[in-house]
């Protein structure tokens, strides 16, 4: 009777390992696309950039379904500058009184050229072009599919 009674003991031991380990987990919250406010980096060829209005680069879509398009608008122009000394400030970055950049912290982000930095809750990108070493803003577009 012993023997039984540690085999059934056994038994459902296993069996509640085993349905422990079918549980599903809680559901993780997944941050909305256009609340993220930090840069996300794309690599585009500079031929890619266009200043016709069409889109230059569609994102994969993101965790919660959003795809991000990015596309010149003149209205932007007149922000270029503002747009880029915030992403220098949110790279760790302060502009000097010489005029140049310096770091303000150990870990501070250098920008890299050929690439399309995208901040979805600005609805703003910013492409840094290789060798030229200058940069153009671009309008954000947040689309659900």
Known sequence: ???????AFIVIIVMSLFLAGCATP???QVQ????LNRWLEFSI???RI???GDIIM????????ASL?????PVLIADAYFYHITLMHDFGWRRNNEGTWTATRSNAHRLQEGVMYVNPSRRVAIYIFPVRQTFDVFRVRIVHD
Do not use: I, L
């Open 50 to 52: 266009v200043y016709n």
């Open 26 to 28: 809680p559901p993780q």
């Open 58 to 65: 569609r994102s994969t879509p993101r965790a919660d379904g």
């Open 32 to 35: 909305s696309t256009e609340t």
């Open 69 to 73: 398009w990015v596309y010149f608008d």
């Open 1 to 7: 009777m012993e023997d039984v009674m540690k085999k």
């Open 45 to 47: 060829a500079p031929s």
